[in-house]
């Protein structure tokens, strides 16, 4: 009972020094955290764009297995084959097929275009913001 006691009168705490200690390294950790994250969201629309222009690039191919062409392939016709395209606005998908040859897929998402241009079997996929975000010095993801 005398140590409950003795716990409860007692005046323990923090003392100023410690106080002031912790206000001190909170801002300072902040400082190194927050810049770290702000990023990310430019990163994560840049990932979205990728997958989405890749798995137009999967539709088209198979719309070209299906009819022997790229002509005729629309965002509704690679939507009916892989329906993860109805999360993409129209806007932002690009579709311009070339006939027998190839095929150039674009998708915007934030400020950066990622585009797969397939033309005589050889794709190549490019960015539009250099440097940016998900997107390489190069221009080429």
Not at 37 to 58: I, M, T
């Amino acid at each position: 009972m005398r140590t409950i006691r003795h716990r409860i009168t007692g005046e323990s705490g923090f003392t100023l020094v410690e106080v002031l200690t912790v206000c001190l390294i909170i801002p300072i950790i902040a400082g190194i955290a927050i810049p770290s994250f702000l990023g990310q969201k430019g990163k994560a629309s840049d990932a979205e764009a990728k997958s989405a222009v890749r798995n137009a690039a999967a539709a088209i191919e198979t719309f070209h297995a299906d009819t022997g062409s790229y002509a005729g392939a629309t965002k509704a016709a690679l939507t009916k084959i892989e329906p993860s395209l109805n999360e993409v606005a129209d806007a932002d998908l690009t579709v311009a097929p070339n006939g027998t040859v190839g095929y150039t897929l674009a998708v915007k998402l934030g400020g950066n275009e990622f585009t797969i241009t397939k033309a005589n079997g050889i794709a190549t996929r490019t960015c539009t913001v250099a440097g940016s975000g998900g997107c390489p010095a190069g221009g080429r993801w």
